[in-house]
């Protein structure tokens, strides 16, 4: 089945002030996605932007792929000009995916990181202790959807205008630190000093954590190599072997 | 119609390869296009010694462009000949391997290890390296670097040998003219310029490197002039590279004298485009009624120009 | 809040001036900008006989850039003074007079010519032309032509030497520490470089002249590393150009050692660019808390990069 | 008055198949043109396209600006993809302008010449023997427009689908042959193939005759001299001293 097709941009529409949910229509039939995977989109229509960008599939219905994602240079700038009918050239789907979940876990989003973790939460509804942080109440997009399929909402916002005050990780140590029984196992995705953050958390605790990577890409296949991340056992490239890695491998 | 053409003693069935380090060992790509239509398969630069490579950001783009500083990660030329070679060797495409070294002898042994495996059928020597034993001068930038290395590498084997030589330098006709003296049987046109992206707000540059290599688009004119003044200096053939997206974009390159061509970076935009510049060179012949690629090498013609 | 910076001894208000040969002589975008604003004004290169220039096409576009082959078109020297001079000494903002030859002897009595004038505060020679009388060596690519250029244009005027280097050259630190020594006050970098689009339908060059110099934003990350390296090379001031568009770019550029910038295609997208750059700085500095401008310059941090 | 500005898209459309026409609302009040000036309007979003393109002013109306267009290259294309609503910069008016016809005149217009011509024919309604030619019936866009302002339309197309199967120089020509009275001045516009044949049609001939060129432009203002014809007293810009020449003036 092709990996690389036309689509049609289907919706296309701000969910937030810098947040934009595009819907596109791939024009071939292609391979069925897995939670934690994502496609490389084409940004613009001639040299400038030049390479293809990284999204997670947030959602896929009727045929569609839906991505959530922030405004933050000029790739995401030039995607934000398609607009319905418009046509855009998708690779995917690309990397690994989260492991499937054995009963109920935790969710650490921080930010954008939501994007990747909803398809997850939507494959196994009501098992989700979702931890989600943001800078403020307004980059909380997708509340309903996510408080509609998780077990639990648990919200930190930078600002504190929404939840806690303060960044996720922190609720999330204290809720570690407060469990008696064994730990849930943890799927996280957001930015990477948050995740930083987060092995520091976990690094004393036996816990299953696995998180999803983000880093410059290329090619988005594994073919360039722009992407690694060192792991125990080396660089392993964040678009092939990941983006979705055992926090423990992470050389960190 | 023929769009065969000939590198040294390798026939390629068309004049279209990949760019070494933007097409991996070939797998990757194969879930995209069929492998067998490529004129010559060219892998990532391999090495004796395995390489780590640099940290990480690798990669940033710039306008119409990219700079990477992959730093050469690979898995050392064993692995190679025993991990990927099998699969590419499924294929009727030949196989040019790219390789380096960071000094004379590593460039002697890497060639006289490729030389003798099955399905190895022509070297690329990546130049653009510094000579760890004479002070880190780069081979590419120095005549007498690269003359004295291509010198030894071309008696350490019998397959054809290109030398990839690099666009840093004030006279690539004079590079291109050493190689051909020293031995080369083809020379490929052009390795990555070498940039700089600076963070403004943090006031450090972008690639962990510090410094990488320009690709893209962005470079296209000048790779097509490189590959023209080249080609007035030497008479073996050119393997034009540098910011080819299309099947135009080669045209130019063949047009100005390169009697192949290799698609880099554009692969990361369009996986298929390849094979997409193959057909469109394909289409180009038939329409301009030329039965033989090799009547439009080097036709590039010189008119004056009436004035408007 | 500290703007200004000093070339030799010429004292600009800002670190923003005008590239040679994209601003005319200042008449045509005074009717869009204060030219008082200006750091300094570099008008297009002049020589002691008028030039009629190449025939056109003399410009194409590329990927992200532009090529031009203008043929060093001018009205000469004396028809400067008297026709164009006048209404630039209107405004506060110093004149820098660049200028080329295609000897030395052409050089020097045009560096004469120019430094009597009331109004010309600095000069800027162009080496990127060839010799004729030494078998048309390009003096910017060879160091010893440079030096004898340069030599003699420095005995022959007291205003500030600004020597504009060309990119064309494998070590751009090199050829700029040369002009240090040869008596340069400062070295502007960079040039264009060479590139060339063909006509693949017709299998011509587009432009008239076959060759062409790349500007604009994609030749960016090669003059920022340019600037980068030669800052490493020397210690007079070097301005800095090559594809800044706006603000953040003429920013990279300042950190990367760069003592004041020169916006070039730029202003033929946007007739504002200049006054626009030097109001983002300001505002840079403003956010960042950088009270003088010279704090900035040559500011960029090596930091070793976290494995993320 | 600023002759840089924002515009923006107020309606943009297909007249014919390769044939946009595209109305400006500028943001700021902007110079008056008069016929014969143009203006330069950014193609593109990022640095690909880079250049601002050249086109006449095709109409001024309740403060827009309309441009007609063919859709050629890489920036034609571009600017087709602008849409209502999204904002163009604009440099203009630029350039010199038609001379004033004093009493009738021919014009002379190639293909989409038309657009820098029309401005001249409504000006001066009721007094334009027009000679219009053109690759097709396809191509002969706003023929309405054209029909209600000039006196005569005589037409010729390559493939002979309306008017005359030929070229419109070859009509000219059989016209000014046939003339005992005076010549009436010629204004035209049009590809350089056409302007050249035109020059000599006239070669001979007492005729004033004002030709509007096209060259490839950098900058538009006269600052780069990229744009330069040669006249019979050395290089001029086409941008600056153009882009209407006395024919004679030229060194063709
Ligand atoms: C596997 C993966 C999945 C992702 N999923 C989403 C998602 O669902 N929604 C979303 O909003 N974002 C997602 N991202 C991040 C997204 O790819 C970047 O925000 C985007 O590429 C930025 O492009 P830009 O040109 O707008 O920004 P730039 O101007 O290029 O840079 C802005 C910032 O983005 C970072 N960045 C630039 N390019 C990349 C890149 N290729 N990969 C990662 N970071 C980059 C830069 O370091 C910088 O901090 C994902 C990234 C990866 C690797
Ligand atoms: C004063 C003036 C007025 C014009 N008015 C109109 C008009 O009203 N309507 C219209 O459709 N076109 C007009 N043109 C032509 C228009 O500018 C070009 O068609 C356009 O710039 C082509 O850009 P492109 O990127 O699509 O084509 P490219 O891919 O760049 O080239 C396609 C063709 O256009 C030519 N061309 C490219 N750039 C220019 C340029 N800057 N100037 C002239 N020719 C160029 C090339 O030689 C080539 O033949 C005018 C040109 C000038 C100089
Ligand atoms: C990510 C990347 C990795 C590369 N690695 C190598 C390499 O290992 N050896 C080599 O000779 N060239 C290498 N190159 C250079 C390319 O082979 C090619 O010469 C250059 O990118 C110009 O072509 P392009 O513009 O089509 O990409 C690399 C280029 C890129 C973009
Ligand atoms: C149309 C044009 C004409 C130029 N003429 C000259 C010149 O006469 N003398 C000179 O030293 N540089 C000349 N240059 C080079 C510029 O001054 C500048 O170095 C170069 O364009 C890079 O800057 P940019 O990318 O900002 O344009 C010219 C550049 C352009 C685009
Ligand atoms: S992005 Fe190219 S290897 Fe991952
Ligand atoms: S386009 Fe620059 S001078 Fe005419």
Known sequence: ??????????????????????????????????????????????????????????????????????????????????????????????????????????????????????????????????????????????????????????????????????????????????????LLPIYACGPTPMLRELHRVVADKEVRCHVSLEEHMACGVGACLGCVVKTTSGYRRVCKEGPVFDMKELAW | MNLSVKIGSLTLKNPVMTASGTFGYGEEYSEFIDLDRLGAIVVKGLSVVPREGNPTPRVVETPSGMLNAIGLQNIGIEAFLRDKLPFLRRFSTPVIANFFGDSVEEYVSAAEQLSGAEGVHALEMNISCPNKQAGWIVFGTDPKAMEQVVRAVRKATTLPLIVKLSPNVTSIGRMAKVAEE????????????????????????????????????????????????????????????????????????????????AVGTANFVNPSATVEVIEGIGHYLLDEEIPDI????????????MQS
Chains 1, 4 share one sequence.
């Open chain 1, 1 to 182: 089945m092709p990996r690389y097709c036309n689509a049609v941009v289907d919706e296309h529409g701000f969910v937030s002030r810098h947040f934009k949910l595009l819907r596109l229509r791939p024009l071939s039939e292609m391979q069925e996605p897995k939670a934690g995977q994502f496609y490389m989109l084409q940004a613009g229509a001639t040299s400038d932007p030049l390479l293809k960008r990284p999204f997670s599939l947030f959602k896929r219905e009727d045929g569609t792929l839906s991505f959530l994602y922030r405004i933050r240079g000029k790739g995401t700038q030039s995607l934000a000009r398609f607009r319905q009918g418009d046509s855009i050239r998708v690779i995917g789907p690309l990397g690994n995916r989260y492991p499937v979940p054995q009963g109920d876990f935790i969710a650490v989003a921080g930010g954008i990181g939501i994007a990747s973790l909803l398809s997850l939460l939507e494959g196994y509804p009501g098992r989700a202790h979702l931890f989600h942080g943001a800078r403020s109440a307004e980059e909380l997009v997708m509340g309903e959807e996510v408080k509609r399929v998780a077990k639990e909402v648990i919200i930190a916002t930078d600002d504190g205008s929404a939840g806690m005050r303060g960044v996720v990780t922190d609720l999330l140590a204290v809720r570690l630190g407060m469990t008696t029984e064994p």
């Open chain 2, 294 to 305: 090799n009547d439009l090498i080097g036709s590039l013609k010189m008119v004056p120009r």
């Open chain 2, 182 to 261: 020293s031995g080369a049987d083809a020379v490929s046109i052009m390795n990555t310029i070498t940039g700089m992206v600076i963070d403004v707000k943090r006031r450090i540059p972008v690639l962990a490197n510090c410094t990488g290599g320009l690709s893209g688009p962005a470079i296209r004119p000048i790779a097509v002039r490189m590959v023209w003044e080249a080609y007035k200096c030497i008479s073996i053939p050119i393997i034009g590279m540098g910011g080819i997206m299309n099947a135009q974009d080669a045209l130019e390159f063949l047009i100005a004298g390169a009697r192949a061509v």
